[in-house]
């Protein structure tokens, strides 16, 4: 028996569910880090429980799919889990330096990375408002960047955790371009569980080959990392992937800059953290210029 179309509001609620548990991915890895979980350790288990929980789902809908990987397939996937890993590698441990505001405002700028990227690696060439948001954009990076040198606590590192969101946000940006390829001949449970697969492989390396442990954390610790893997992880995305049969593409890119301004007021009500001046500006801008960015790439 077939089903109508969802409910009109649905799709909107779906999207702010989803946001909701996107934003609280900086908050629970913060909580991770004063159990004493390494950052290293937080991003192989968030990634691999997340995994292991699809694990059923994707052999049930998708098994032929993944019985049949191409050599192709299999390289393509070993690309995005690897710019995947480096990710949250590099995106957790930025928590460790600098405020949550900055961090999550700084990695979520991937879709001016990737419209830099597709103009030097494609010859796509971006429209006037695209090429608009990205200069506002990164001028309000260069503002956090500056705010945070200027107001940094004894002990913190923020031009150190805003690189390393950067970096992460350059890493993400790499896992879209190549997952795009991947996603486009293979069902999203079995796309998804590929990409967080191979990419806990390549974190698991990492922990190995550096020392860092994955057991001996206190009962909590592991608490909130499962919570990272079934709240950010499966039902945040989850929720932006349903939501793309029912809205535009451009609104869900829009939603998407609501997880900077969420994490930021949660991190003010658990961690008591409080925007400087220029920071905020700088924060401003650069929603501003992602949001003209998302509309030039609509056009």
């Given at each position: 028996?077939?089903?109508?179309?969802?409910?009109?509001?649905?799709?909107?609620?779906?999207?702010?569910?989803?946001?909701?548990?996107?934003?609280?991915?900086?908050?629970?890895?913060?909580?991770?880090?004063?159990?004493?979980?390494?950052?290293?350790?937080?991003?192989?288990?968030?990634?691999?429980?997340?995994?292991?929980?699809?694990?059923?789902?994707?052999?049930?809908?998708?098994?032929?799919?993944?019985?049949?990987?191409?050599?192709?397939?299999?390289?393509?996937?070993?690309?995005?889990?690897?710019?995947?890993?480096?990710?949250?590698?590099?995106?957790?441990?930025?928590?460790?330096?600098?405020?949550?505001?900055?961090?999550?405002?700084?990695?979520?700028?991937?879709?001016?990375?990737?419209?830099?990227?597709?103009?030097?690696?494609?010859?796509?060439?971006?429209?006037?408002?695209?090429?608009?948001?990205?200069?506002?954009?990164?001028?309000?990076?260069?503002?956090?960047?500056?705010?945070?040198?200027?107001?940094?606590?004894?002990?913190?590192?923020?031009?150190?955790?805003?690189?390393?969101?950067?970096?992460?946000?350059?890493?993400?940006?790499?896992?879209?371009?190549?997952?795009?390829?991947?996603?486009?001949?293979?069902?999203?449970?079995?796309?998804?569980?590929?990409?967080?697969?191979?990419?806990?492989?390549?974190?698991?390396?990492?922990?190995?080959?550096?020392?860092?442990?994955?057991?001996?954390?206190?009962?909590?610790?592991?608490?909130?990392?499962?919570?990272?893997a079934l709240g950010p992880q499966l039902l945040g995305h989850t929720a932006y992937n349903w939501s793309l049969r029912h809205v535009s593409t451009t609104f869900i890119a829009v939603v998407t800059l609501g997880e900077p301004v969420g994490s930021a007021a949660l991190a003010w009500?658990?961690?008591?953290?409080?925007?400087?001046?220029?920071?905020?500006?700088?924060?401003?801008?650069?929603?501003?210029?992602?949001?003209?960015?998302?509309?030039?790439?609509?056009?």
């Amino acid at each position: 028996m077939e089903t109508g179309p969802p409910p009109r509001w649905l799709p909107f609620a779906v999207l702010g569910v989803g946001l909701l548990a996107v934003s609280f991915g900086a908050i629970l890895a913060r909580f991770a880090q004063g159990y004493g979980l390494p950052s290293l350790t937080i991003a192989t288990l968030r990634l691999g429980l997340a995994a292991l929980v699809i694990t059923p789902l994707a052999l049930w809908q998708s098994g032929q799919a993944l019985r049949t990987l191409s050599p192709r397939q299999l390289l393509l996937t070993c690309g995005a889990g690897f710019f995947l890993a480096l990710h949250f590698a590099t995106w957790i441990t930025s928590l460790e330096f600098t405020s949550v505001a900055s961090s999550t405002a700084l990695v979520t700028t991937n879709l001016l990375w990737v419209g830099i990227a597709s103009f030097f690696l494609f010859g796509e060439k971006p429209g006037r408002l695209m090429a608009v948001g990205i200069v506002i954009s990164l001028s309000g990076s260069l503002l956090i960047f500056w705010s945070d040198s200027r107001n940094s606590v004894p002990g913190s590192n923020p031009l150190l955790g805003n690189l390393l969101a950067v970096a992460g946000s350059w890493c993400f940006s790499a896992y879209l371009l190549i997952g795009r390829r991947l996603r486009a001949s293979l069902p999203l449970p079995a796309y998804v569980w590929l990409a967080y697969g191979s990419a806990s492989l390549f974190l698991l390396l990492a922990c190995q080959a550096s020392g860092t442990p994955l057991g001996g954390y206190a009962s909590a610790a592991y608490l909130v990392a499962l919570g990272m893997a079934l709240g950010p992880q499966l039902l945040g995305h989850t929720a932006y992937n349903w939501s793309l049969r029912h809205v535009s593409t451009t609104f869900i890119a829009v939603v998407t800059l609501g997880e900077p301004v969420g994490s930021a007021a949660l991190a003010w009500l658990f961690f008591d953290e409080s925007f400087a001046l220029l920071q905020g500006v700088g924060f401003v801008l650069l929603l501003v210029g992602i949001y003209l960015a998302a509309r030039g790439e609509s056009r």
